[in-house]
C-alpha cells in the first residue's frame, strides 16, 4: 500500500468508447502525475499537476484529457483512443521536487489499459 | 538531448551480489533515484543520490559519481523476492525525472 490508489486495475475499451482512469492519494502531497509505461521503455510523463495546477503537457494527444478536481485526486479522460495507447498507466505523487525534500514519487498500482 | 542507459536484463544467483549500473546524461543534475518494479506491481522507492558516493541500506546500496554520470545499485545476498525490474532516474535543472527503460533482474536458486 503505498497511499496512492487507482482505479479501474484493468480496463478494455472500443476505440470509439468513453471511459476515464481515477487517481487518489492520501499522503498529503502537493503534485500529482500521469504516466505512460510501455514494455521495455522508459516511463514516459504525460502530466503534471502542481497544486492543482497543470505544470507539464508533453506533447500528449488530446484523446487524453486529464483533470484534477483538488489537490487528491486525478483524472485521465479516454476518448476515441488507438491501439497504440494500449500500456500500463501510472499515477503519482510527491511534494514538489522543486521545493524541499527530494521530490520522491509514490505510484499507484497502474491501470492496464487495452484498446481493441 | 538527455538520456539514462542502463542493461536490459540482468542474470544473477541466489545468495550472490549483482551491481547494476545506470549512465546519465542530463541538463543540469539535481540527484538520482533508484525503483524497485516487481510485475504486475506500482515501482517503489530504493534510494536517492546527490552527493558522490556509496548511500548503504540493509541489503541494498547505491553509488554515485557526479563527474562521470554514473550510478550503480548494488544488491547483496540475493533473495528469490528480488526478482523485479529496477528503474533509474536523474533529476534534472528543472526538477524533471529523466527515466531509464529499467533493467529486468531474474534470479535462480
Known amino acids: 500500500e503505498t497511499g496512492v490508489t487507482q482505479t479501474p486495475r484493468h480496463l478494455v475499451m472500443g476505440m470509439t468508447n468513453k471511459k476515464s482512469l481515477k487517481c487518489e492519494q492520501h499522503?498529503?502531497?502537493?503534485?500529482m502525475y500521469w504516466y505512460k509505461q510501455s514494455a521495455k521503455k522508459p516511463l514516459e510523463l504525460m502530466f503534471v499537476?502542481?497544486?492543482?495546477?497543470?505544470?507539464e503537457n508533453n506533447s500528449v494527444p488530446s484523446r487524453f484529457s486529464p483533470e484534477c478536481p483538488n489537490s487528491s485526486h486525478l483524472f485521465l479522460h479516454l476518448h476515441t483512443l488507438q491501439p497504440e495507447d494500449s500500456a500500463l498507466y501510472l499515477c503519482a505523487s510527491s511534494q514538489d521536487p522543486g521545493g524541499e525534500g527530494t521530490g520522491e514519487l509514490f505510484f499507484g498500482e497502474g491501470s492496464r489499459l487495452t484498446v481493441l | 538531448g538527455q538520456n539514462i542507459d542502463q542493461p536490459t536484463e540482468m542474470t544473477a544467483t541466489e545468495g550472490a551480489i549483482v551491481q547494476i549500473n545506470c549512465t546519465y546524461q542530463?541538463?543540469?543534475?539535481?540527484?538520482l533515484f533508484w525503483y524497485q518494479q516487481h510485475a504486475g506491481e506500482a515501482p517503489t522507492f530504493l534510494s536517492y543520490?546527490?552527493l558522490d558516493g556509496l548511500e548503504e541500506k540493509g541489503r541494498f546500496s547505491s553509488f554515485l559519481s557526479r563527474s562521470k554520470g554514473y550510478s550503480y545499485l548494488l544488491l547483496k545476498e540475493l533473495q528469490m523476492k528480488d526478482s523485479a525490474s529496477y528503474l533509474c532516474?536523474?533529476?534534472?535543472?528543472?526538477?524533471?525525472?529523466?527515466w531509464g527503460a529499467g533493467t529486468k533482474l531474474i534470479i535462480k536458486p
Open positions: 499522503l498529503g502531497h502537493n503534485a
Open positions: 542530463t541538463s543540469g543534475f539535481n540527484g
Open positions: 499537476y502542481s497544486l492543482e495546477e497543470r505544470v
Open positions: 543520490n546527490v
Open positions: 532516474a536523474a533529476l534534472d535543472s528543472n526538477y524533471q525525472l529523466i
